[in-house]
């Protein structure tokens, strides 16, 4: 069992940017696939973006040129850098890492788009 603990979200207004982490307990070299959901209000949990240990990411459309995500395997940690932000990506964001059939989710935190 691996944990994982974002950071990195807060209150920011449309057109601004924040930096969210993904601080791992363990080494995250060896996870197939990381990546980053959000969850808004009423509204299912959705795939913003992901990267595979081949080097392969993943955008959703809505957020294809504002979001990237790296990884940093000394400091086990994940990123995602979050610019041009709009009031519709405001949601909880988690991370998750994936190895073979096991799955890691983060408690999640809170992105709020807001002038």
């Known amino acids: 069992q691996v944990y994982l603990v974002e950071s990195g979200g807060g209150l920011v207004q449309p057109g601004g940017s924040l930096r969210l982490s993904c601080a791992a307990s363990g080494s995250i070299f060896n996870f197939d696939v990381m990546g980053w959901y959000r969850q808004a209000p009423g509204k299912k949990r959705e795939l913003v973006a992901s990267l595979t240990r081949g080097e392969n990411t993943y955008y959703t459309d809505s957020v294809k040129g504002r979001f990237t995500i790296s990884r940093d395997n000394a400091k086990n940690t994940l990123y995602l850098q979050m610019n041009s932000l709009k009031p519709e990506d405001t949601a909880v964001y988690y991370c998750?890492?994936?190895?073979?059939?096991?799955?890691?989710w983060g408690q999640g935190t809170q992105v709020t788009v807001s002038s």
């Open positions: 998750h890492a994936r190895k073979a059939i096991y799955d890691n």
